[in-house]
Nanobody
Framework: QVQLVESGGGLVQAGGSLRLSCAAS????????MGWFRQAPGKEREFVAR????????NYADSVKGRFTISRDSVKNTVYLQMNSLKPEDTAVYYC???????????WGQGTQVTVSS
């Protein structure tokens, strides 16, 4: 099992940057594909970014491509989301996700609020 704790959210002006962190506990971090999703008020949760187990492959939603970067540190059992050139439409609760490649089980963090003011 994996427990996920996000941090790094906050209020930022448009054009600014934030870095989200997701600390994972449990022994399956290195057996998990890690990702970030977000949910804005009144909208469904949507995919933002994903990184493979060894960090060699990443995928991004078109809306964040070129502005966001996902990375992972297997020593610290942490995944990061560097968000640059933030826009008001990036405002949402951001959730960390771990998907086990062994069981296909999804684990979720509690979420961290990101608010971008115009």
């Amino acid at each position: 099992q994996v427990q996920l704790v996000e941090s790094g959210g906050g209020l930022v002006q448009a054009g600014g940057s934030l870095r989200l962190s997701c600390a994972a506990s449990g022994r399956t971090f290195n057996l998990s594909i890690m990702g970030w999703f977000r949910q804005a008020p009144g909208k469904e949760r949507e995919f933002v970014a994903r990184i493979s187990r060894n960090g060699g492959s990443t995928n991004y939603a078109d809306s964040v491509k070129g502005r966001f970067t996902i990375s992972r540190d297997s020593v610290k059992n942490t995944v990061y989301l560097q968000m640059n050139s933030l826009k008001p439409e990036d405002t949402a609760v951001y959730y960390c996700n771990a998907r086990s490649v062994v069981t296909s089980t999804d684990y979720w963090g509690q979420g961290t609020q990101v608010t971008v003011s115009s």
